[in-house]
T-cell receptor, first 114, second 115 residues
Framework: GENVEQHPSTLSVQEGDSAVIKCTYSDSASNYFPWYKQELGKGPQLIIDIRSNVGEKKDQRIAVTLNKTAKHFSLHITETQPEDSAVYFCAAKKATDSWGKLQFGAGTQVVVTP | DAGVTQSPTHLIKTRGQHVTLRCSPISGHKSVSWYQQVLGQGPQFIFQYYEKEERGRGNFPDRFSARQFPNYSSELNVNALLLGDSALYLC??????????????FGPGTRLTVL
């Protein structure tokens, strides 16, 4: 089955700096890669996603890049703010799996210090 | 509009008991998925239901079961609870079972503690 690895497990950044989280996946049949932000006591919130026919996608301070050949994708957060502090999860879905079957990484705890 | 809602928020059970967790999807969404999130880990897929039928199942024992009702709400049942079942149980809804732009939206979860 699909295996998603996520690094780093924790990331501390100064406010205003950039944060980068990297994920690798094992199954080349995966074609959908969402990123979720989870704040304490809440469920994961979709922040951005990318499909395998696209190499990069941006939404204001957030961007995701995908390298299908190397089977890795990354989340970039620019101009970080204290409210960006949360746990971030990458996920992958195979085209042949039911839509609900996302394979998640282990998560990255991001701490933005003022 | 309300998002995905789950009940109860918290639950404490003892080993061997049975538990039922409930989820209401976003209005208009017809697919519900259940995930288990153990502390410090990413969510693990348990089930997906679409139009009241099971459409996907993760690697969980038969003690875990679910169903979807005509109004698209769903229940997750866990029998013979084990200590290892302690986790946050998340429900996610999508508009359809498959297809493009079918993003998953998660509820706040039910925190289950098994003593």
């Amino acid at each position: 089955g699909e295996n998603v690895e996520q690094h780093p497990s924790t990331l501390s950044v100064q406010e205003g700096d950039s944060a980068v989280i990297k994920c690798t996946y094992s199954d080349s049949a995966s074609n959908y890669f969402p990123w979720y932000k989870q704040e304490l006591g809440k469920g994961p919130q979709l922040i951005i996603d990318i499909r395998s026919n696209v190499g990069e996608k941006k939404d204001q301070r957030i961007a995701v890049t995908l390298n299908k050949t190397a089977k890795h994708f990354s989340l970039h957060i620019t101009e970080t703010q204290p409210e960006d502090s949360a746990v971030y999860f990458c996920a992958a879905k195979k085209a042949t799996d039911s839509w609900g079957k996302l394979q998640f990484g282990a998560g990255t705890q991001v701490v933005v210090t003022p | 509009d309300a998002g995905v809602t789950q009940s109860p928020t918290h639950l404490i059970k003892t080993r061997g008991q049975h538990v039922t967790l409930r989820c209401s999807p976003i209005s208009g969404h017809k697919s519900v998925s259940w995930y288990q999130q153990v502390l410090g880990q990413g969510p693990q897929f348990i089930f997906q239901y679409y139009e009241k039928e099971e459409r996907g199942r993760g690697n969980f024992p038969d003690r875990f079961s679910a169903r979807q009702f005509p109004n698209y709400s769903s229940e997750l049942n866990v029998n013979a609870l084990l200590l290892g079942d302690s986790a946050l149980y998340l429900c996610a809804s999508t508009l359809r079972g498959q297809g493009v732009n079918n993003e998953q939206f998660f509820g706040p979860g039910t925190r289950l503690t098994v003593l």
